[in-house]
T-cell receptor, first 112, second 114 residues
Framework: AQSVTQLGSHVSVSEGALVLLRCNYS??????LFWYVQYPNQGLQLLLK??????LVKGINGFEAEFKKSETSFHLTKPSAHMSDAAEYFC??????????FGTGTQLKVEL | DGGITQSPKYLFRKEGQNVTLSCEQN?????MYWYRQDPGQGLRLIYY???????QKGDIAEGYSVSREKKESFPLTVTSAQKNPTAFYLC?????????????FGDGTRLSIL
């Protein structure tokens, strides 16, 4: 069985501070992992993906994530938060076929 | 530009009424999906289709129906049997049988009960 756990349903950071959104996964087969962002009343946009080519993955808008097999983690980071980063972030897993397993999401708030 | 179009953006359903949500894509993707999003629960899979004229139930298919008569279109009907239809509905598509490829999402339809 596959699962994704996002630690912290709400994360608040100051503008300019480090953003760290945590994601742990469980998969019986080599995983493919994605981070998506969702702004209010919109669909999900792909931030980045891990497909086994490189463990450190860079995405759009200055985000990156590191795949750590030993820790079964795929945490999302950004060195300096911007007000426009305020949104909901989803960690997503596929371990076979096209079906996705979603985390429950982390709402990021960026404060002045 | 290629993408996925969902319509309408907002939809209201009366008791006992069926409503249909539209999803159209011009990405030439074989696989299409419908998800339901409720606050704090992430996204749950309703139905998916890997090829025209074929579709499978997802995790919460009861009270919903779909069709896949054309590659570009995957409409979702919320039937009167769905007793709690208020939610945000998202359609997605991707290349079939390619788990390393991301899904592309539409902008969603918000369904409410009158």
């Amino acid at each position: 069985a596959q699962s994704v756990t996002q630690l912290g349903s709400h994360v608040s950071v100051s503008e300019g501070a480090l953003v760290l959104l945590r994601c742990n996964y469980s998969s019986s087969v080599p995983p493919y992992l994605f981070w998506y962002v969702q702004y209010p009343n919109q669909g999900l946009q792909l931030l980045l993906k891990y497909t086994s080519a490189a463990t450190l993955v860079k995405g759009i808008n200055g985000f990156e994530a590191e795949f750590k097999k030993s820790e079964t983690s795929f945490h999302l980071t950004k060195p300096s938060a911007h007000m426009s980063d305020a949104a909901e972030y989803f960690c997503v897993l596929t371990g076979g076929g096209n079906k996705l397993t979603f985390g429950t999401g982390t709402q990021l708030k960026v404060e002045l | 530009d290629g993408g996925i179009t969902q319509s309408p953006k907002y939809l209201f359903r009366k008791e006992g009424q069926n409503v249909t949500l539209s999803c159209e894509q011009n990405l030439n993707h074989d696989a299409m999906y419908w998800y339901r999003q409720d606050p704090g629960q992430g996204l749950r899979l309703i139905y998916y289709s890997q090829i025209v004229n074929d579709f499978q139930k997802g995790d919460i298919a009861e009270g919903y129906s779909v069709s896949r008569e054309k590659k570009e279109s995957f409409p979702l009907t919320v039937t009167s049997a769905q007793k709690n239809p208020t939610a945000f509905y998202l359609c997605a598509s991707t290349i079939a049988r390619a788990p390393n490829q991301p899904q592309h999402f539409g902008d969603g339809t918000r369904l409410s009960i009158l």
